[in-house]
Each structure stands twice: as structure tokens, then as C-alpha cells.
T-cell receptor
């Protein structure tokens, strides 16, 4: 049973456009919701994260929107750049020992 | 400052062979994890450790064993490799009280 569902699987955006990736979770025990960015041949790296008591968090061109009642959260990348081309994973973190439950991932391609 | 280092980076095994993947971190983190990454499934937690001498099962532990004899090292063993264990394996570590996980560069394992 997939605890974190992520969509779309792949996304193509033109340079300067907005990239939107959505996630839904089932486990209400998650107490932190990070997004990880992964470039080919590399390990994932933390991009941005949000706590469930906050509805939005913005860091530069990256924004997380969080809807606790709907158990959904999304990543918005404004002014998308070719350098943003990567695979993005949403996740839920189970407190105590920082165990991450990941979504399936979204492969983003930003075309010049 | 190496962070999380995985050895080896690539490996091909024959069905039934055994091997050990080594993870080393130099950040003095308490928590360490092994994930496997498969297309369309994101990263799934295999085993984790919350301190030297401790291990615990994650989402997909069957067919794997782990050991953490030293705080900086976390070993993942495959006793009898199967084609279903063909995957990219990532080690990660995190600091107690903090939520960010730091990942290694991955080990691509093919079982034929």
C-alpha cells in the first residue's frame, strides 16, 4: 500500500514556466513533509520541507503548498530553468527516527 | 568533508552469490538508513539504525541483513542474491533532532 502518492510521473515545462508536482498521503502520523531533488547519477538532496501546521513555505523559486484537511501537498517551481531538470520526490517523515516514506518520483524536464 | 560514501558504485552478481555494500559517514550522525530505488516506485526503506549496535526493519527488509558495529559505518548484506534485488541502493544518514537526510551517491547492483 503506497502511503505517499505522487503525480505526474513525468513533466515537461518550457523555460520560464511553472512546474507543479502533487502529492497525497494517507499516514496521518507523518510530522514533516520534505521534497528531495535528484540529478542523474547522484543521491537525492533535500530541496525544501514543510511542517503540517504551516499552509505554505517559500524558498526562492520553490514553494510548498500544504492542505492538511485534504492530506495533500504540492511543489511549485516558478520561472523554471533547464538546471531544474531532475527527478523530484515528495516524502512523509515518520518522527522519532526520521524514517522517510517517498512518493514514486516525478521526472521534470525544462526545455530552453 | 566527504559526507556519505558508498562502496562499491557498481556491481554485477550472479544469482545466489552474496555481497556486502558498505556505507560510511563522517558527520557523526546517529541515524543511518538503506534505501533501494526502483523505477516508478521511488525509494523504499530496507533497514535502518538509530545508533551503534542497533538495527531495525524498514518497508522491504526481506533478503537483506545489516550491521552497524561502528557509528560511522552501516553495512548492507545480500546472502543469496536474486534478480529481484537488481536496483540502485542508497545509504543515508541524519542527525538526531534534525530532519534532513544526507544521501550517498548510490550503488547500482545488477543480479543476473
Amino acid at each position: 500500500q503506497q502511503q505517499v502518492k505522487q503525480s505526474p510521473q513525468s513533466l515537461i515545462v518550457q523555460k520560464g514556466g511553472i512546474s507543479i508536482i502533487n502529492c497525497a498521503y494517507e499516514n496521518t502520523a507523518f510530522d514533516y513533509f520534505p521534497w528531495y531533488q535528484q540529478f542523474p547519477g547522484k543521491g537525492p538532496a533535500l530541496l525544501i520541507a514543510i511542517r503540517p501546521d504551516v499552509s505554505e513555505k517559500k524558498e526562492g523559486r520553490f514553494t510548498i503548498s500544504f492542505n492538511k484537511s485534504a492530506k495533500q501537498f504540492s511543489l511549485h517551481i516558478m520561472d523554471s530553468q533547464p538546471g531544474d531538470s531532475a527527478t523530484y520526490f515528495c516524502a512523509g517523515l515518520q518522527g522519532g527516527y526520521n524514517k522517510l516514506i517517498f512518493g514514486a518520483g516525478t521526472r521534470l524536464a525544462v526545455h530552453p | 568533508n566527504a559526507g556519505v560514501t558508498q562502496t562499491p558504485k557498481f556491481r554485477v552478481l550472479k544469482t545466489g552469490q552474496s555481497m556486502t555494500l558498505l556505507c560510511a559517514q563522517d558527520m557523526n550522525h546517529e541515524y543511518m538508513y538503506w534505501y533501494r530505488q526502483d523505477p516508478g516506485m521511488g525509494l523504499r526503506l530496507i533497514h535502518y539504525s538509530v545508533g551503534e549496535g542497533t538495527t531495525a526493519k524498514g518497508e522491504v527488509p526481506d533478503g537483506y541483513n545489516v550491521s552497524r558495529l561502528k557509528k560511522q559505518n552501516f553495512l548492507l548484506g545480500l546472502e543469496s542474491a536474486a534478480p529481484s534485488q537488481t536496483s540502485v541502493y542508497f545509504c543515508a544518514s541524519s542527525r538526531q533532532g534534525y530532519t534532513e537526510a544526507f544521501f550517498g551517491q548510490g550503488t547500482r547492483l545488477t543480479v543476473v
